[in-house]
């Protein structure tokens, strides 16, 4: 990136960190704010024992830490040091990967909940596998992006991280529209056919099911502006004003923090376990307590 550890501008044709004085105190309400939704998450997690919400877990922890490092950056306003503007873009720009992690597992246990394996497009034993390996491969692009653009001391260097990262989020951005076609197709049979499980008089399944495409679909447009973004460069428009990045980033990241923690699948789907057991339990004492069946 080439830049000075004590200047804004970093060669002649005056590299900018930012083209803005970032605000302090909206890094400040989005660290706490990112710091409950981690602490909430991680009371769930530990409570329904959701293993594989940990990398959710992560990227919250990450967004926390990173509107943290966003904070002392604005605190240096005008005299921004490298450090803490490298750790504030890396870590907001990693942490919805990690959220997009744990929903590409949680169909999976979507569908082997509802007993419905033959209605998903790909095997449940293969879809988080191959979702997963796209999610790895646009973390190491956006990380090594990040990485290369932070060690680089030429515009040539800066420029091949900041393409290295805009492939690592096309990836991102083709493997996320693929899984939310196969959610939905999942979704239309199952609705269509539904299994002896998806049929009963609990539907708590199904709220998981829209939730999921509701924080699928936030963070596909997050994605889609932060390709739109490292696609300008760093004189794009829409790193002229910090209004962009808190309503097409932030407050979307936040949303979906926020709407898993409340309706939780770990919460959601274990209350339906619960309910299903307390009406075979139900069914049986009926069973057992009619006449006819002391008659067998």
């Known amino acids: 990136m080439a830049v000075d550890s004590t200047s804004t501008e970093s060669d002649s044709e005056g590299f900018k960190l930012y083209h803005y004085d970032p605000s302090l105190a909206a890094a400040i309400i989005f660290t706490l704010f990112f710091a409950i939704a981690s602490i909430r998450h991680f009371q769930i997690l530990f409570r329904k024992k959701t293993w594989f919400f940990i990398p959710f877990l992560v990227g919250c922890c990450l967004e926390c830490i990173g509107y943290g490092m966003r904070a002392w950056s604005a605190k240096q306003t005008p005299d921004w040091t490298l450090m803490p503007y490298?750790?504030?873009?890396?870590?907001?720009?990693?942490?919805?990967?990690?959220?997009?992690?744990?929903?590409?597992?949680?169909?999976?246990?979507?569908?082997?909940?509802l007993d419905a394996e033959q209605f998903s497009v790909i095997s449940p034993r293969w879809l988080t596998k191959i979702f997963l390996l796209g999610d790895v491969i646009s973390i190491f692009g956006q990380g090594g992006g990040g990485g290369l653009m932070?060690?680089?001391?030429?515009?040539?260097?800066?420029?091949?991280?900041?393409?290295?990262?805009?492939?690592?989020?096309?990836?991102?951005?083709?493997?996320?529209?693929?899984?939310?076609?196969?959610?939905?197709?999942?979704?239309?049979?199952i609705a269509s056919l539904p299994t002896t499980k998806a049929r009963g008089t609990l539907t708590r399944w199904k709220t998981v099911i829209w939730v999921t495409y509701i924080v699928s679909l936030l963070i596909l447009v997050r994605s889609v502006f932060r390709m739109i973004e490292y696609a300008q460069g760093n004189n794009g428009s829409l790193l002229q004003k910090e209004i962009y990045i808190y309503l097409l980033d932030t407050a979307l990241m936040f949303i979906v923090a926020a709407t898993m923690a409340y309706f939780h699948p770990g919460l959601l789907l274990a209350e339906e376990r619960a309910l299903d057991d307390d009406v075979i339990l139900d069914q049986r004492q009926t069973l057992t307590s009619h006449p006819y069946s002391r008659m067998a």
């Open 150 to 189: 932070a060690a680089s001391d030429s515009e040539s260097t800066s420029n091949l991280g900041n393409t290295i990262i805009l492939l690592g989020l096309g990836v991102q951005v083709t493997f996320f529209s693929g899984f939310m076609i196969v959610m939905a197709t999942f979704h239309r049979r």
């Open 86 to 113: 490298i750790l504030q873009n890396l870590l907001i720009l990693l942490g919805p990967t990690l959220f997009a992690a744990s929903i590409y597992m949680l169909l999976g246990r979507i569908i082997r909940h």
